[in-house]
C-alpha cells in the first residue's frame, strides 16, 4: 500500500512502524556485515600473504615418476594449493 500524505497519513505511519523499523534495522545489520567481512578478509590477507610468499619461494617441479615417487607428488599437490591460495588472495600482486 503507498502511503497517502493526507491529513490522515500519520496514521498509517503509526500502525507500520513496527515493519519500518524492522525493515531499517536489517538493511543496517546488513551494512555492517558487510563491512566486518571486508575487515576479515583484509586481516586474513595480511597475515596469509607472507606465509604464502615464503612457502612458493622454492618451486617443486612435477615428479617425472609420480607412482615412484609418491612423497614427491604430495610435495608438489601442496606447493600446487599454494599457488591457488596466491591467486585467489591476490598476494602475488
Not at 538493511?27 to 596469509?48: F, K, P, S
Not at 606447493?79 to 588472495?89: A, E, L, N, P
Request: include cysteine; aromatic fraction near 8%; hydrophobic fraction near 45%.
Amino acid at each position: 500500500m503507498v502511503a497517502d500524505w493526507r491529513p490522515g497519513a500519520h496514521r498509517w505511519l503509526r500502525g507500520h512502524a513496527d515493519a519500518i523499523f524492522l525493515i531499517v534495522l536489517m538493511v543496517v545489520l546488513a551494512g555492517a556485515v558487510l563491512v566486518r567481512a571486508e575487515q576479515i578478509d583484509n586481516a586474513t590477507r595480511q597475515a596469509l600473504c607472507p606465509l604464502v610468499r615464503l612457502a612458493l619461494q622454492h618451486p617443486v617441479p612435477y615428479p617425472s615418476d609420480p607412482k615412484a615417487n609418491p612423497s614427491r607428488l604430495a610435495a608438489w599437490q601442496s606447493y600446487q594449493d599454494f599457488v591457488i591460495i596466491d591467486r585467489r588472495y591476490g598476494c602475488g600482486d
